[in-house]
């Protein structure tokens, strides 16, 4: 069974950067499609940006595109997400998750994922 632990987040004054990663243990790392997500106090969870098995596809939400961006080292079995140009709003929780399916009317569905790690917190002060 995959398990996933996140990292680098914390507090970031608007317009800055952070670079969260996702590692992986367990086997089979480099099958799995990885999504990360981020779910702000008293809203619902929302997709991010997901990248395929291969590293060879991705999708972002609207509100990220041109700003964040997902890659994968499977040798690592760490996905990354830089995020650039920081703003208030990205304030939330982040969390990474894999499945093994990947399609681009859902990848930013909670439940086209099974595996979840615990989040880290991300904070944009302005």
């Known amino acids: 069974q995959l398990q996933l632990v996140e990292s680098g987040g914390g507090l970031v004054q608007s317009g800055g950067s952070l670079r969260l990663s996702c590692a992986a243990s367990?086997?089979?790392?480099?099958?799995?499609?990885i999504g990360w997500f981020r779910q702000a106090p008293g809203k619902e969870r929302e997709g991010v940006a997901c990248i395929s098995s291969s590293g060879g596809n991705t999708n972002y939400a609207d509100f990220v595109k041109g700003r964040f961006i997902i890659s994968r080292d499977n040798a690592e079995k760490t996905v990354y997400l830089q995020m650039n140009n920081l703003k208030p709003e990205d304030t939330a929780v982040y969390y990474c998750a894999a499945d093994f399916s990947f399609s681009d009317e859902s990848w930013d569905r909670t439940s086209s994922y099974a595996i979840w790690g615990q989040g880290t917190q991300v904070t944009v002060s302005s």
């Open positions: 367990g086997a089979s790392f480099n099958y799995y499609v």
